[in-house]
Protein backbone atom coordinates (compact mmCIF):
# COMPACT_ATOMS: atom_id res chain seq x y z
CA UNK A 1 0.00 0.00 0.00
CA UNK A 2 1.05 3.84 -1.13
CA UNK A 3 0.66 6.48 1.93
CA UNK A 4 -2.04 7.69 -0.82
CA UNK A 5 -3.95 4.65 -0.47
CA UNK A 6 -3.55 5.10 3.37
CA UNK A 7 -4.82 8.30 3.22
CA UNK A 8 -7.76 7.39 1.31
CA UNK A 9 -8.60 4.29 2.88
CA UNK A 10 -9.10 6.71 6.12
CA UNK A 11 -11.11 9.62 4.28
CA UNK A 12 -13.21 6.68 3.22
CA UNK A 13 -13.71 5.73 6.53
CA UNK A 14 -14.62 9.06 7.90
CA UNK A 15 -17.00 9.98 5.10
CA UNK A 16 -18.71 6.40 5.53
CA UNK A 17 -18.82 7.25 9.23
CA UNK A 18 -20.54 10.45 9.10
CA UNK A 19 -22.98 9.08 6.39
CA UNK A 20 -24.18 6.27 9.01
CA UNK A 21 -24.38 8.58 11.63
CA UNK A 22 -26.74 11.07 9.34
CA UNK A 23 -28.39 8.03 8.16
CA UNK A 24 -27.73 9.12 4.74
CA UNK A 25 -27.17 7.01 1.22
CA UNK A 26 -23.67 6.10 0.63
CA UNK A 27 -24.56 7.10 -3.38
CA UNK A 28 -25.75 10.23 -2.72
CA UNK A 29 -21.88 11.02 -1.16
CA UNK A 30 -19.24 11.77 -3.45
CA UNK A 31 -15.70 12.39 -3.56
CA UNK A 32 -13.95 14.46 -5.06
CA UNK A 33 -10.16 14.51 -5.18
CA UNK A 34 -8.45 17.98 -5.32
CA UNK A 35 -5.25 17.56 -7.20
CA UNK A 36 -4.14 21.14 -7.67
CA UNK A 37 0.25 21.45 -7.74
CA UNK A 38 -0.12 17.40 -7.71
CA UNK A 39 2.10 15.94 -9.84
CA UNK A 40 1.18 12.65 -12.07
CA UNK A 41 3.10 11.10 -9.81
CA UNK A 42 1.17 11.68 -7.07
CA UNK A 43 -2.09 11.65 -8.73
CA UNK A 44 -1.41 8.00 -10.29
CA UNK A 45 -2.40 5.71 -6.79
CA UNK A 46 -5.70 7.46 -6.58
CA UNK A 47 -6.93 6.92 -10.29
CA UNK A 48 -5.12 3.31 -9.35
CA UNK A 49 -7.17 2.94 -6.41
CA UNK A 50 -10.59 3.72 -8.49
CA UNK A 51 -11.22 6.98 -8.31
CA UNK A 52 -12.50 9.25 -10.79
CA UNK A 53 -13.53 12.67 -9.93
CA UNK A 54 -10.69 14.98 -9.56
CA UNK A 55 -10.78 18.98 -8.56
CA UNK A 56 -8.29 21.69 -10.25
CA UNK A 57 -7.97 25.23 -9.79
CA UNK A 58 -6.09 26.01 -12.98
CA UNK A 59 -6.70 25.59 -16.20
CA UNK A 60 -3.86 25.71 -17.45
CA UNK A 61 -2.41 23.57 -14.73
CA UNK A 62 -4.77 21.09 -15.44
CA UNK A 63 -4.87 21.10 -19.21
CA UNK A 64 -0.98 20.27 -19.12
CA UNK A 65 -1.35 17.57 -16.10
CA UNK A 66 -4.34 15.55 -17.79
CA UNK A 67 -4.20 15.49 -20.99
CA UNK A 68 -1.48 12.40 -20.90
CA UNK A 69 -3.40 11.30 -17.66
CA UNK A 70 -6.97 10.90 -19.08
CA UNK A 71 -5.58 9.44 -22.06
CA UNK A 72 -5.08 6.40 -19.58
CA UNK A 73 -8.18 6.74 -17.58
CA UNK A 74 -10.95 7.96 -20.24
CA UNK A 75 -13.62 8.05 -17.60
CA UNK A 76 -11.75 10.41 -15.44
CA UNK A 77 -14.29 13.52 -14.81
CA UNK A 78 -12.32 16.56 -14.52
CA UNK A 79 -14.22 19.45 -11.91
CA UNK A 80 -13.05 23.29 -11.80
CA UNK A 81 -13.66 24.51 -8.19
CA UNK A 82 -11.37 27.78 -8.31
CA UNK A 83 -11.98 31.26 -9.52
CA UNK A 84 -12.80 30.79 -13.66
CA UNK A 85 -11.94 34.29 -15.48
CA UNK A 86 -14.38 34.56 -18.30
CA UNK A 87 -11.35 34.89 -21.34
CA UNK A 88 -10.67 30.78 -20.17
CA UNK A 89 -14.21 29.39 -20.65
CA UNK A 90 -13.05 27.70 -23.58
CA UNK A 91 -10.78 25.86 -22.45
CA UNK A 92 -12.81 25.22 -19.71
CA UNK A 93 -15.01 23.79 -21.40
CA UNK A 94 -13.40 21.98 -23.20
CA UNK A 95 -11.29 20.52 -20.35
CA UNK A 96 -14.16 20.36 -17.24
CA UNK A 97 -16.76 18.18 -16.78
CA UNK A 98 -18.30 20.13 -13.79
CA UNK A 99 -17.48 23.34 -12.99
CA UNK A 100 -18.03 24.32 -9.20
CA UNK A 101 -17.24 28.25 -9.34
CA UNK A 102 -19.92 29.85 -11.47
CA UNK A 103 -20.81 32.89 -9.66
CA UNK A 104 -21.18 36.05 -12.34
CA UNK A 105 -23.87 36.47 -15.23
CA UNK A 106 -20.18 37.42 -17.25
CA UNK A 107 -18.70 34.00 -16.90
CA UNK A 108 -22.50 32.09 -17.02
CA UNK A 109 -22.68 34.07 -20.68
CA UNK A 110 -18.79 32.80 -21.53
CA UNK A 111 -19.78 29.46 -20.95
CA UNK A 112 -22.91 29.04 -22.52
CA UNK A 113 -21.21 30.71 -26.08
CA UNK A 114 -18.06 28.13 -25.33
CA UNK A 115 -20.98 25.19 -24.93
CA UNK A 116 -22.22 26.41 -28.29
CA UNK A 117 -19.27 26.22 -29.99
CA UNK A 118 -18.17 22.56 -28.64
CA UNK A 119 -21.63 21.38 -28.81
CA UNK A 120 -20.74 20.19 -24.95
CA UNK A 121 -21.95 22.09 -21.73
CA UNK A 122 -20.68 21.51 -18.61
CA UNK A 123 -22.87 20.64 -15.73
CA UNK A 124 -22.40 23.22 -12.86
CA UNK A 125 -22.64 24.47 -9.68
CA UNK A 126 -23.32 28.29 -8.11
CA UNK A 127 -20.91 29.21 -5.65
CA UNK A 128 -22.22 31.11 -3.02
CA UNK A 129 -20.84 33.69 -1.03
CA UNK A 130 -21.95 32.18 2.04
CA UNK A 131 -20.09 34.24 4.79
CA UNK A 132 -20.19 37.97 2.80
CA UNK A 133 -17.03 38.19 2.26
CA UNK A 134 -15.19 40.83 0.61
CA UNK A 135 -12.16 38.75 -1.18
CA UNK A 136 -13.93 35.97 -1.81
CA UNK A 137 -15.97 34.31 -5.33
CA UNK A 138 -19.22 33.76 -4.74
CA UNK A 139 -22.80 35.03 -5.34
CA UNK A 140 -24.11 37.33 -3.19
CA UNK A 141 -26.95 35.06 -0.56
CA UNK A 142 -29.52 38.02 -2.17
CA UNK A 143 -28.88 38.03 -5.51
CA UNK A 144 -29.17 34.05 -5.35
CA UNK A 145 -32.36 33.86 -6.64
CA UNK A 146 -32.21 36.09 -9.86
CA UNK A 147 -28.89 34.23 -10.65
CA UNK A 148 -30.28 30.88 -10.09
CA UNK A 149 -33.10 31.65 -12.46
CA UNK A 150 -30.71 32.83 -15.37
CA UNK A 151 -28.80 29.44 -15.04
CA UNK A 152 -31.92 27.70 -15.27
CA UNK A 153 -33.05 29.28 -18.51
CA UNK A 154 -29.28 28.67 -19.86
CA UNK A 155 -28.04 25.19 -21.59
CA UNK A 156 -25.91 24.29 -18.32
CA UNK A 157 -26.97 21.39 -16.33
CA UNK A 158 -27.76 23.13 -12.97
CA UNK A 159 -26.58 20.59 -10.11
CA UNK A 160 -26.45 22.60 -7.00
CA UNK A 161 -24.57 25.15 -4.43
CA UNK A 162 -21.00 25.63 -3.59
CA UNK A 163 -19.70 26.87 -0.80
CA UNK A 164 -16.31 27.68 1.31
CA UNK A 165 -17.06 28.61 4.79
CA UNK A 166 -15.05 31.84 6.06
CA UNK A 167 -11.66 30.98 7.79
CA UNK A 168 -11.02 30.57 11.31
CA UNK A 169 -15.20 30.14 12.06
CA UNK A 170 -17.25 27.29 12.74
CA UNK A 171 -18.08 25.93 9.36
CA UNK A 172 -21.26 23.67 10.63
CA UNK A 173 -23.72 27.08 10.23
CA UNK A 174 -22.65 27.75 6.66
CA UNK A 175 -22.85 24.46 5.98
CA UNK A 176 -26.60 24.40 7.11
CA UNK A 177 -27.23 27.97 5.07
CA UNK A 178 -26.00 26.57 2.27
CA UNK A 179 -28.23 23.77 2.50
CA UNK A 180 -31.16 25.39 3.88
CA UNK A 181 -30.39 27.82 0.46
CA UNK A 182 -30.20 24.72 -1.66
CA UNK A 183 -33.88 23.63 0.36
CA UNK A 184 -35.10 26.96 -0.78
CA UNK A 185 -34.47 27.49 -3.99
CA UNK A 186 -34.86 23.68 -5.14
CA UNK A 187 -31.14 23.00 -5.89
CA UNK A 188 -30.45 18.67 -5.41
CA UNK A 189 -26.54 19.06 -4.82
CA UNK A 190 -24.14 20.45 -2.39
CA UNK A 191 -20.82 20.84 -3.23
CA UNK A 192 -19.00 22.03 0.11
CA UNK A 193 -17.12 20.00 2.55
CA UNK A 194 -12.92 19.91 2.69
CA UNK A 195 -10.17 18.24 4.21
CA UNK A 196 -10.63 19.96 7.82
CA UNK A 197 -14.04 19.66 7.74
CA UNK A 198 -15.93 17.27 5.46
CA UNK A 199 -17.24 14.91 7.95
CA UNK A 200 -19.37 17.92 9.51
CA UNK A 201 -20.29 18.67 5.74
CA UNK A 202 -21.46 14.96 5.16
CA UNK A 203 -23.51 15.29 8.26
CA UNK A 204 -25.46 18.15 6.74
CA UNK A 205 -26.29 17.08 3.51
CA UNK A 206 -22.89 17.81 1.05
CA UNK A 207 -23.52 15.85 -2.48
CA UNK A 208 -19.50 16.29 -3.30
CA UNK A 209 -16.85 16.89 -0.98
CA UNK A 210 -13.81 18.24 -2.43
CA UNK A 211 -10.58 16.88 -0.45
CA UNK A 212 -6.92 17.65 -0.88
CA UNK A 213 -4.43 17.33 1.61
CA UNK A 214 -5.90 14.49 3.68
CA UNK A 215 -5.55 12.24 0.94
CA UNK A 216 -1.86 12.89 0.42
CA UNK A 217 0.43 12.15 3.33
CA UNK A 218 2.73 15.37 3.66
C1 LIG B 1 -7.82 23.48 -2.37
C2 LIG B 1 -9.28 23.44 -2.36
C3 LIG B 1 -9.98 22.39 -1.75
C4 LIG B 1 -9.30 21.26 -1.01
O1 LIG B 1 -8.73 21.74 0.17
P1 LIG B 1 -8.04 20.75 1.21
O2 LIG B 1 -8.04 21.51 2.47
O3 LIG B 1 -6.67 20.49 0.67
O4 LIG B 1 -8.85 19.52 1.28
C5 LIG B 1 -11.36 22.39 -1.84
N1 LIG B 1 -12.03 23.39 -2.47
C6 LIG B 1 -11.40 24.42 -3.04
C7 LIG B 1 -12.19 25.47 -3.72
C8 LIG B 1 -10.01 24.48 -3.01
O5 LIG B 1 -9.39 25.52 -3.58
Known amino acids: MSDTDTCL ?42 LRDFGENRVNEAAEKWAPL ?6 VRLHMIGRLQSNKADDAVGLFDVIHSLDRRSLLDALVAAGEKAGRYPAV ?24 DAVRASPLPLTGLMAMPPHGKQ ?15 GVDG ?18 ALRIGSALFDD
Open 171 to 185: PGPYFALLAELARRH
Open 190 to 207: LSMGMSGDYPVAVMLGAT
Open 70 to 75: RSRYPQ
Open 125 to 148: YVQVNIGAEEQKGGVAVDDLPAFL
Open 9 to 50: AAVRAEIAKAVKASRRNPDDVALVAVTKQRSAAEIEPLLLAG
